[in-house]
């Protein structure tokens, strides 16, 4: 049946045709007012986020555009400073020129003067075997007319000492007593093969052994040179062994007697510090006793330069067991990691050990058997936060542990309290010495 009106309906054109066809376009009518409002928003919004794609798609480009003309432009200052560094030859180990007052007088003129990084230490990988422009096999010096040379100048070459004993060896080289044929006089001998060096720490090394010769709490150096195969340092001969030596001797120290030991390493650190030098290996070893009973600081061949004040640098370096945590953490760090290492050589005098830490907070454990004094220079130096331990090395003097220290007159170079050296070479022993090996 609704098939038979379906099929009559188009057939119509009565009444009920014309009052369907108003239906339909009242209902168009209705549908028209009711939707038309939405359509215009939807298509406002539209064309909206369009034009706004449109803006961020501009802004984009223009970005890209900005970014590849800087990595064009940075990419070629990069060639243009290696096409420069290329044409740079590595520099020469040479000698001193001038006798010990000039020396000073050039480390005079320096002081106070920052020195800018150059980055030599980051950028440095590669081990060469030779310094190029040694062609002459070795080179040679006027030692300084001083006492410490014998107060005899001539020309400075491996062939004019005697080698008697191998002191110690690393890493970097070995140290060995000699005696010099012309003044009489024994001193230290630092060689260090050129196919294992690297010259930018090589080159760092022989600037700090000129800077320390003003301060009497770091070793010295008379002369430096190379032959095709070794570079060679004339250092200082200490006799009176390392501190190492002292301790495996007596176990430990009196209050007295570590009090004024770190009081002078405190010298020798602040003067290193004041020229923007790490020592980063500060440990017995490398610290040596001569024969007034006077510490010195020796071995730069880990030590960076160029880090003053509040300045950071970064790269792993040291002994396990004196390293500061930030340098094992592989994190940036300042001076005052030196003052770590500090901490642990004064936890050594005073209790004959090495620090404990706890294994879950890695803090310091300190010994219950310590004054309150030392208990709190040991917290201090010990502490695993570098801010905090910097904050504190501002006034390390002022602490009450150096209470009884006269800073002035350790400054000059003098202390009352002197340590007995562990072993010093007379002139016979030296003698019975002297044909055991010459180079």
């Avoid at 000698?95 to 007088?105: G, N, P, T």
């Avoid at 310590?370 to 936060?385: F, G, V, W």
Wanted: proline share 4%.
């Amino acid at each position: 049946m609704n098939e038979e009106i379906k099929e009559a309906e188009p057939k119509k054109s009565g009444f009920g045709a014309k009052v369907f066809g108003l239906l339909r376009t009242l209902r168009g009518k209705l549908v028209s007012v009711f939707t038309s409002p939405t359509q215009k928003n939807a298509q406002k919004i539209s064309e909206q986020q369009s034009v706004e794609e449109m803006r961020e798609n501009q802004r984009a480009n223009s970005r890209r555009k900005r970014k590849a003309e800087e990595y064009s432009e940075e990419e070629s200052v990069i060639l243009r400073k290696r096409r420069k560094s290329s044409e740079v030859r590595p520099p020469d180990l040479q000698l001193h020129s001038k006798a010990s007052d000039d020396i000073l007088k050039a480390n005079q003129a320096r002081r106070g003067k920052k020195r800018k990084r150059s980055g030599e230490e980051d950028s440095e990988v590669e081990r060469v075997k030779r310094f190029k422009g040694d062609k002459t096999g070795s080179e040679e010096r006027q030692c300084p007319d001083e006492t410490k040379a014998g107060g005899v100048a001539g020309p400075v070459s491996i062939d004019r000492f005697i080698i008697t004993r191998e002191l110690g060896s690393g890493s970097f080289g070995t140290v060995s007593l000699a005696r010099d044929k012309v003044t009489g006089q024994r001193v230290a001998i630092k060689t260090i093969a050129k196919k294992t060096a690297y010259p930018s720490l090589v080159m760092s090394e022989r600037r700090i052994l000129e800077a320390a010769q003003d301060c009497p709490y770091l070793v010295h150096s008379y002369a430096a040179f190379q032959t095709e195969e070794e570079i060679f340092f004339i250092m200082d001969y200490i006799p009176g062994g390392t501190l190492e030596d002292l301790l495996e001797g007596r176990g430990t120290l009196d209050i007295g007697t570590a009090r004024n030991l770190a009081a002078e390493i405190v010298c020798g650190l602040t003067f290193l510090h004041s020229r923007g030098i790490i020592h980063r290996d500060l440990k017995p070893e490398n610290i040596l006793i001569d024969s007034a009973g006077l510490i010195r600081i020796a071995d730069f061949g880990l030590a960076v330069e160029g880090v003053f004040g509040d300045e950071t640098t970064a790269g792993y370096a040291g002994t396990k067991g004196y390293m500061a945590p930030e340098i094992s953490n592989g994190g940036k760090y300042d001076s005052t990691v030196d003052y770590w290492s500090l901490g642990v050589i004064l936890h050594e005098m005073l209790t004959g050990r090495k620090p404990a830490f706890s294994w879950w907070t890695n803090n310091f454990k300190c010994p219950q058997n310590l004054s309150p004094e030392e208990k709190d220079i040991l917290m201090m130096l010990l502490c695993n936060d570098p801010i905090k331990r910097h904050d504190f090395v501002q006034c390390i003097k002022d602490h009450p542990f150096f209470e009884s220290t006269d800073w002035l007159a350790l400054e000059g170079g003098t202390t009352e309290l002197p340590v007995t050296p562990v072993s010093v070479y007379n002139a016979e022993t030296l003698s019975k010495e002297n044909g055991v090996r010459a180079i």
